[in-house]
């Protein structure tokens, strides 16, 4: 059996409750890796109570290859020398992230989730912005060499900030929105074609798109094209009728993640390609679901309220930058049960990197041709092959031209953004907001009103520059 | 003096009372220009009675060179051997048009024009893309070396429409829009710079964009940069008040063209380059100022009401292809008077084309290089050098990230649309209606609803494939 | 176990001595794989005998899965239902293939091989394009879905002419050059890491350019960057001086194919990316090392004389379109011995396409952003993955500058070949001529004279147009 | 009558004795212009010398506007609040450039001017390229307001460097060279259709390249397509036949500037495009004319010896840096006779900036879309208007495929000069000269040696880096 490859991984935000317990699980199972592992946590504390349950980790038979733990003061001592540099943060207190969502409802504006794009997601870029810049100069001084592996949202301009300061920054933006997508095609191919249900990795996508708003423009298991097998489906089975009655129920139960993937399978109708995220997220990226909350129900798509995040994610919402978690983790005893592996290819990517299995997955990353009507250098997801110290981008096959100009749109939007946060411009965010699918038909007052009310409220997460 | 240049002209939609005596006015005035006027129109009645008006004005003592003029029965007979062809048509009977206002409106859609973008547009441009291609074919076989010089809305459509079954026709698109903003300039120039009212040419505008979606980059006279004398007056002078007063009375006295170039302006302070259309056309091009009739309204814009265009196109109305046309032309003693120049440049641009003098003018032609950032062979409207025998691009300065955005919002919709048109596929219809600013916050289900009735009410314009 | 996938495989050139029989024994060593082999040849006695020597075959006992071997005399009846199409042909009488090597030579014009490039190349390809268009029309006819993989030289332009009447064929260009690059790093890893010497394809190259002219512009083994080792091993250790006694050598001895890769290793210290094709080919497209025979001797390459290549594949020379074949086979009692896999990768590529071993590797194809600087559509040589009824280019890293500006150049001369192929134009074949690296230097004159020499002696191989 | 308009010109290299004046003398001639000339030049006694002599042309009867002429000692003097800076220098001793000649004839190459591309070319460019970057930083000091008309060669490489180190300076590079090829079609039109031979500037070409490496891709009189004229004069009249005996005439007599555009006209019949620089020029950027002295006369191009320029550009051969000039002004007495206009274009660009008459001419500049298939930002020479304060480039028509190619290899090598220049970088000028069409078939030991005794014979105008 081979030597277990070593490494030193440092985690931004590695006080998180949830997230940080998931990866140390995941790391502790991974037989072929062992190192070091670097907390570093705007809140010491939370980082150290990791450190703490690491070594409760390490004493369970199901612990392959344990990890060193360690939390850290200072960045500095966290960064120096590693080979991995996670980031997985909360950009802001939580309560801000309520108020994303809750003044542009003010608005008449609905968000699902508000990370990423809208009037919500905006608004944590502009604050998130500032904080990756400066990650980035730090991770440039002291560990260059390292391969970046963001999880925070929003992921695309999180990813982009790294890259507007440190062009040569080895960065990527990691998502698992695409593998639901797969999960339902494998459940397809089970059903359809009389098979056990194959892993979901074993569908083959072809995806491309920006963060959340992706698609896939082929789909095959071993070989076989499934867009036919996904036409008969549509036509014949699926239920297009008016889900708002299960919409109500979802919300009567507290469910705010589920759907039916109507509008992933809508996109696909109409336009030929399939939705690669969850419903939740395609939506804020055009018009048509969000225009009012009966729309969105009758697709069968529920908003996570604020109060739900406040109520899930609740002691960090005090400590700004620090790890974004959820509170919820007392309801999982981890260490009681057998271990089990989070589903995240986090891991993966890393022995992948550090030379062990290859892995072809979508990653983010800047356009360097694969997907060659979008600008270079934008970051784009698309399939890339992640092999020993390199991660190399797959063409992708050119999308159905009106999605291509939706993308472009979402693309534009997010570079007054990006421009926006760097510049710290008042001006370019507002211009954003005027592009912007979510918020367009507003009158330019309103839309003005909604721009300084956001600054406002994030003024302790904003620089200067912005007022 | 020089012999004047004698050419062949077609003019195809060569019945209308008002367009086609402006036209046969300013070639009689044009000592330079001699020839043929070839006068063709579906309604051949109405072409013979412009023949004879024709007779009247050239003794007329003001009339330096007239036209033989001639209406054809036969489209082949006005085509062979013409120089020049001249389209200026009404696509579809004028009710028609009434309609591409209407139905939009009933599903809370307004538009001030509704003859270019919009679902009005789309509307109209689908029953105008099968005339066009038709009209494309004949020309290439009757005289595929002639100019052809298009009037007719949607402008890029129709263009586009040409170049789509006859890559190798010169053709071009034109439009006044322009002049507007020119003149508006002059008359800052005069007022700020102590100096007479220049002519409305010597203002010089670096335009881009799509036709009624244009915007001057740049703006000078005798090389003075204009753009801050624009700063000073919109920041000191200009009343950025709401116009909601000015635009009841607008509407009472029947006055619906005028504007105060609020919309214009805004779009130079917001985006930092000016409006290069009337407020009417810009405003259908993005949702904010079309989200309601206040909002219009506080911008000083109205609605020309359906009713007002049947009543002034009156009779062509039932002529569907007919020329476009006007019904007040009785009020226009036209020969009683001096002859009037129009103000168009069509005749100066047959005249630079015929060899005679240059023209620089902003005309609507296949994207060659001269907006790099849009996809080559798109109808884009910058300035261009007319010449002898050529008309040739001029590269336009970039435009502001966020315009450009628009800018290519709108181009995808109309490469939809035109593709809809070619192919008569609805589906590619309803996407254009997706991604139109106007229309994008509709509920799918009502855009489709929107969709069916414009098409069933155009079913006698449109090629049965859309059915 | 898993069943063998069954696949149905025509093969036009399938009455080669020597290729045909290395492919029916390395498809004999596919345990994963079975089905039909259809081969077509022009001289269907050679493919019969093929079809007896692959019932011998069977018989051996290291054949796992013998394939159903069938000589057509139709070729209609090899391509019906064939999942798989190889194509390697000799692209007219071997004899033709020595006056492409010594009719230049009488101009002054030395090349090394003569198959791809140069006066010699473009000759071939002259001959070769109409065989192959009437090919490209018969697989669409026959099996539109197959998967075309072809071997013959010039393999740009003959993947390029399937591409040019077929846009939708799904044909790739194979070839095994850069092997030998990974073995000589191979190596390198071995001497200098002090590890047991790495299989070739564990050497991961980023290749890029076109077919013989590709460089890898990132070398690794298990992500360590091999260039630094490379650079010690060429300062220190290689030896680059004067070759001319060892090449005097090799001649002696009839070693035509040899070299120490100095060419490929002088690329890489003087433009920063290393020669990926051999020495031979290298040396082809640029002018610096055949400008004299003295000087390519000095780099350790030799000519291969058309003597040779007469001698070797004797018999097939007089059979124009024929598979390209060598005589020696009978020096090869293949039967007797254990089977010996070819080291060639055809066999992977149709497992991997047909859902088994996934498989990266370089291959030619259409580009669709995988070198972003090139035009789309020219056909480039990059990695690529090979799945399950998939080929997706993998994005290339930029070449150096002056790299780009050569490949680009040679892309041009492709280009026109191609244009004067297709279109039967002399004159553009003569442009072509002028902007080879090898011609370019010639006075014009001299070079029409050596274009007519070389369609004159084609002449039976050339359509009409061309005389 | 308009009173004229006033500017400040700084003259940079305004010591030279010959071109000074004739631009003295133009400015003199125009009467719509009048104002400041700031003379600088490294030996300030020249330019001195024609301040005195501007004192004398003033009370010339023809002098209609004397611009106050004053030498100055300090460069920041001349620039100072100038709206035009002409720059017009000869880049190190008048020595250098005779060795920018003999060093590559002892390497075979033969060049015929030597002063833009080739290894003469690459010599210059190299000397000359810190001059600039210098220049550049002044000017942007000074006056960055001001328009820097180049008319120092090699013109692409001068404009190049402006820009590489001061991206918003308003700077272009002229020539007279398409001049010559107006004045040729302009004879055709007099002889063959019959007319009075009309003024060069009314032929209108459509210019695209590189500076003298032009081609008109279309040519008209008044609108009248000239190129059937063209082939009807080069097919029956046209003498094709060996120049060798009117080459050696030519040089018996000293004559090393005429020819008889055989080459010009060669491209012309080879390509569809005509050489738009005379044929001294386009000679040095391809192959194939400069095989050979005895290739290059029989196209009766003759080259200029260096032993002439030295004889003609004598004094200032020794003040590197000094105004490029020639020796023969003591022939002219310039003010004894009528002025007489130089024919240039520096004094009609001067007024077309500064609002005088419009001017549409070829000039070199960057390319902002006007080549769309060159790369962003390179300096290419096509028509542009000038107007007002304004330049503006005119989209040019696509050049033939494979003038298209020789053309971007005439790009990379300068781009590659540029970078060496910049970065001081031997190997990148090696790499310029490997690319070079005139040097690449010598073999790399060759060309290493022809580098090195460049360098070193230029060192005392090259910066250590070099070294």
Known sequence: ???????????????????????????????????????????????????????????????????????????????????????????????????????????????????????????????????????????????????????????????????????KIKAIGCCHEVFGTQSKLAGLVHRKMGVPEPHRSEIKLDVSGVNHFTFATRASWKGENLFPLLDTYLSDEYDWSDQSAGAAEQIAEGKFFGSRSMVAYDFYRRFGALGAAGDRHLVEFVPWYLSSIETLHRHGVVETPSSFRLGTWQAPANRPGA?????????????????????????????????????????????LGQMPRIAPGVIVETNAQIRANEITPVVATPLPEALQSLVQRVVDVQSLTLQAGLRQDPQLALQALQLDPLCGHLPLQRLEELLHQLLNTNREALPDGFF
């Open 1 to 167: 059996m081979k030597n277990p490859i070593s490494v030193k991984i440092a985690y931004i935000g590695g006080g998180s409750r949830y997230w940080a317990k998931m990866v140390l699980t995941d790391l502790a199972m991974e037989a072929g890796l062992t190192g070091e592992l670097a907390l570093y946590d705007i809140d010491y504390e939370a980082a150290a109570q990791n450190e703490r349950f690491s070594e409760e980790l390490a004493k369970h038979p199901d612990a392959l290859s344990p990890f060193q733990v360690r939390a850290h003061k200072k960045l500095a001592d966290a960064l120096r020398g590693a080979d991995f540099v996670f980031m997985s943060i909360l950009p802001g207190r939580m309560q801000l992230m309520a108020h994303d969502l809750d003044i542009p409802a003010a608005f008449g504006i609905r968000q699902t989730v508000g990370d990423t794009t809208g009037p919500g997601g905006i608004s944590r870029a502009l604050r998130t912005i500032p904080t990756y810049t400066a990650y980035a100069e730090h991770i440039m001084e002291h560990c260059p060499q390292a391969w970046v592996i963001n999880y925070t949202n929003p992921m695309t301009l999180c990813t982009a900030a790294l890259y507007a300061v440190a062009p």
């Open 323 to 367: 790890a974004e978690d959820k509170a919820d983790e007392d309801k999982r005893p981890l260490l009681e049960k057998p271990l089990q592996h989070s589903g995240e290819e986090g891991v993966a990517q890393v022995m992948a990197l550090a030379g062990g299995q290859p892995l072809d997955t979508n990653v983010n990353m800047p356009n």
